[in-house]
């Protein structure tokens, strides 16, 4: 029923500005949500100078602690969103990996239980492949696994522009769409080298962030930092910044919060 609901999503994001449908939406589908998505590691400046800070700390380095963290990690073997949307770009049998005591109810024909060895080369082959990785409570989740209790299953989704459910984020009732956010300290800024090419406008976001305005591109507060467009950029003119050294611990406290591991 999902792979068949999938496909008109955006339609369903139309529907939550309902005020009523969206209250409803929310309380069933999206309660207590918390989700980050992280910029590409191949994005990120590594031993560039920062006043005092010789590096930076990669953002996959989240998903490694809460990987330790977990007694249990289990592997979808394929990506439902993926199959649904019927997306070429990008390896279907790359599925979500998911994290928490509730894994162990999972239906067994979905996928795997794995060890963090596992888990851990499994990412590592969605970000060879260009998928972005997405991490935290989805209510949904829970839901359409049929699992208890949702505040302790972590999801670590692995996306495309394709095939995200979050790619409607501009359009969904604003309290459900800000639940997904970019990481804290993190900021996607246009610079001077950008001729208004249109490059990054060409199906490389997740959400409706940029704009070619007077032959400029304009990145709008619907940016989640993804950094997509910073690696495709063919002129050099978009720059992921990092405003907050602590932008990775201060992103594990905010997942700390909404998913209890222990």
Avoid at 15 to 20: D, E, F, G, K
Avoid at 50 to 67: H, K
Avoid at 214 to 239: L, T, W
């Amino acid at each position: 029923m999902l792979k068949k609901i999938f496909p008109n999503i955006r339609l369903i994001a139309k529907l939550t500005n309902i005020p009523l449908l969206g209250t409803i939406f929310d309380q069933l589908l999206f309660k207590g949500d918390d989700i980050i998505y992280l910029p590409m590691d191949k994005i990120i400046e590594i031993n560039k100078p920062i006043g005092e800070y010789n590096e930076y700390v990669l953002p996959s380095q989240v998903l490694e602690y809460f990987i330790n963290k977990a007694k249990y990690h289990w592997i979808m073997n394929f990506c439902i969103c993926r199959s649904s949307m019927g997306c070429k770009n990008y390896p279907i049998n790359l599925g979500c990996l998911f994290l928490g005591d509730p894994v162990l109810d999972i239906n067994p024909q979905l996928g795997k239980l794995v060890s963090k060895e596992e888990a851990l080369e499994h990412l590592r082959k969605c970000r060879e492949a260009g998928l972005v990785h997405m991490i935290g409570r989805n209510r949904l989740d829970s839901q359409w696994l049929g699992v208890k209790p949702g505040e302790k299953l972590l999801s670590i989704c692995n996306c495309d522009p394709c095939c995200c459910l979050w790619r409607v984020s501009s359009i969904l009732n604003s309290k459900i769409g800000s639940k997904i956010k970019k990481m804290p300290g993190i900021e996607v800024r246009v610079n001077d080298n950008c001729i208004g090419c249109g490059t990054c406008i060409k199906g490389v976001y997740f959400v409706d962030a940029i704009k070619i305005v007077d032959n400029h591109a304009v990145i709008s507060n619907q940016c989640r930092g993804c950094g997509r467009c910073v690696e495709i950029c063919p002129q050099k003119a978009i720059d992921l910044i990092i405003e907050d050294i602590l932008y990775t611990k201060k992103s594990i406290e905010i997942i700390n919060k909404a998913i209890d591991l222990d």
